[in-house]
């Protein structure tokens, strides 16, 4: 099972949504930082279910227990593990077990992949519970790139119809602290009504929205990454397309390269009080897969949750015949506001993995 992630910082993750609990293991995390404990519970509130009418009803306190690598607060160097004990399952809502599979969801692709011995309660291994854990992971990674003068942050670009303004905005000023007290964190702020909107409006149909969401990163220094394999985009990418439900990541102006030509798409390279910057910012941060200094920015495409009410298509794999499902239970009718600290945590667990890349060839 492909569970673990990164060679310089060796990240696995184990548990499933119905189990005892989650959790993850961390190696290669640096000695000597003190944990901001007050940080690490606001970013999991960020991420945690049951925080308003917008989210699904199901409450978890998702406080992480660390069994392992910290002492006093303090970073140790050993494998950092921590757990997160699940404590409103509610198994019942998905009967006995896998029979009519859920369109959109890893039901008959994990049945098939376990051979019908996969946890189905509550999507198991394949559930958006798991992406706790990574916050945990994430945010130690973040207070660590921070204290090196990086600041991650991301934003709903678009949900549903409605759509905000872009971090390719240069002259657009952003305030990373503001965004991260926002329900749905957005740019312009009068468009948090029309998206809540949204949100509501599906959810009245029994249906669900999805959106972009946008992140950037500042204060990178250039030289991270390599050509191809491990490239920032790769390495990013390979991270983004981990959470459940982002099916598309671009980097800079991404799909909009399709109209330019090069002599739109290029960013003039030239010398200012910073050093080496580019007058604009297409590729988003990256040439060659390795940072130039400027922000990176990239996008994720985030489907709709596919758990819905609305009666749907499906087969009874008991049955060997076409069937009918609706889906009940609690649920996201959009998952993009928990998602935002997801993005900016595998983010933050990327770029590490980056940095220790990095520090150890240059050695």
């Given at each position: 099972?492909s569970?673990f992630?990164?060679?310089?910082?060796?990240?696995?993750?184990?548990?499933?949504?119905?189990?005892?609990?989650?959790?993850?293991?961390m190696?290669?995390?640096?000695?000597?930082?003190?944990?901001?404990?007050?940080?690490?519970e606001?970013?999991?509130?960020r991420?945690?279910?049951?925080?308003?009418?917008?989210t699904?009803?199901?409450?978890?306190?998702d406080?992480?227990?660390?069994?392992?690598?910290?002492?006093n607060?303090?970073t140790?160097?050993?494998?950092?593990?921590?757990?997160?004990?699940?404590?409103?399952?509610?198994?019942?809502?998905?009967?006995?077990?896998?029979d009519?599979?859920?369109?959109?969801?890893?039901d008959?692709?994990?049945?098939?992949?376990y051979g019908?011995?996969?946890?189905?309660?509550?999507?198991?291994?394949?559930?958006?519970?798991?992406?706790?854990?990574?916050?945990?992971a994430?945010?130690?990674?973040?207070?660590?790139?921070?204290?090196?003068?990086?600041?991650?942050?991301?934003?709903?670009?678009?949900?549903?119809?409605?759509?905000?303004?872009?971090?390719?905005d240069?002259?657009?000023?952003?305030?990373?602290?503001?965004?991260?007290?926002?329900?749905?964190?957005?740019?312009?702020?009068?468009?948090?009504?029309?998206?809540?909107a949204?949100i509501?409006?599906?959810?009245?149909?029994?249906?669900?929205?999805?959106?972009?969401?946008?992140?950037?990163?500042?204060?990178?220094?250039?030289?991270?990454?390599?050509?191809?394999?491990?490239?920032?985009?790769?390495?990013?990418?390979h991270?983004?397309f981990?959470?459940?439900?982002?099916?598309?990541?671009?980097?800079?102006?991404?799909?909009?390269?399709?109209?330019?030509?090069?002599?739109?798409?290029?960013?003039?390279?030239?010398?200012?009080?910073?050093?080496t910057?580019?007058?604009?910012?297409?590729?988003?941060?990256i040439?060659?897969?390795?940072?130039?200094g400027?922000?990176?920015?990239?996008?994720c495409v985030?489907?709709?949750?596919p758990?819905?009410a609305?009666?749907q298509?499906?087969?009874?794999l008991?049955?060997?015949?076409?069937?009918?499902?609706?889906?009940?239970?609690?649920?996201?009718?959009?998952?993009?506001?928990?998602?935002?600290?997801?993005?900016?945590?595998?983010?933050?667990?990327?770029?590490?993995?980056?940095?220790?890349?990095?520090?150890?060839?240059?050695?």
């Amino acid at each position: 099972m492909s569970s673990f992630f990164g060679n310089h910082l060796r990240l696995s993750l184990f548990g499933q949504s119905h189990g005892e609990a989650i959790g993850m293991t961390m190696d290669g995390f640096p000695a000597g930082m003190t944990i901001d404990l007050r940080r690490l519970e606001e970013e999991m509130a960020r991420r945690a279910p049951g925080q308003s009418r917008l989210t699904t009803s199901r409450k978890e306190p998702d406080q992480p227990e660390f069994l392992s690598g910290v002492l006093n607060g303090v970073t140790t160097g050993q494998p950092l593990c921590a757990i997160i004990r699940n404590t409103n399952t509610r198994s019942q809502d998905y009967g006995s077990g896998v029979d009519l599979v859920r369109p959109g969801h890893a039901d008959y692709t994990g049945h098939i992949r376990y051979g019908g011995f996969e946890d189905w309660r509550g999507g198991g291994h394949f559930s958006g519970r798991l992406t706790a854990p990574l916050v945990v992971a994430g945010t130690l990674c973040r207070q660590w790139l921070e204290a090196q003068g990086v600041e991650i942050l991301c934003h709903i670009q678009r949900l549903g119809r409605v759509e905000d303004a872009s971090l390719m905005d240069a002259d657009l000023p952003v305030d990373g602290a503001e965004l991260r007290s926002q329900a749905l964190p957005v740019l312009r702020s009068e468009l948090a009504a029309a998206m809540e909107a949204e949100i509501l409006a599906a959810r009245s149909a029994s249906d669900s929205v999805g959106g972009v969401l946008e992140c950037m990163v500042t204060g990178l220094p250039a030289g991270l990454g390599a050509p191809f394999f491990d490239s920032v985009e790769s390495v990013l990418s390979h991270l983004m397309f981990a959470i459940p439900a982002v099916k598309g990541v671009a980097f800079g102006e991404g799909f909009g390269f399709a109209a330019l030509r090069g002599s739109e798409a290029n960013d003039a390279f030239r010398m200012s009080d910073r050093g080496t910057v580019t007058a604009t910012n297409h590729a988003g941060g990256i040439n060659g897969g390795i940072s130039n200094g400027m922000p990176v920015i990239f996008r994720c495409v985030v489907r709709a949750t596919p758990s819905i009410a609305l009666a749907q298509q499906t087969i009874s794999l008991r049955e060997g015949k076409n069937a009918e499902l609706s889906v009940h239970g609690r649920h996201d009718p959009c998952i993009l506001p928990r998602a935002v600290p997801v993005v900016e945590a595998m983010t933050a667990i990327g770029l590490m993995e980056l940095w220790k890349e990095r520090a150890a060839w240059v050695r």
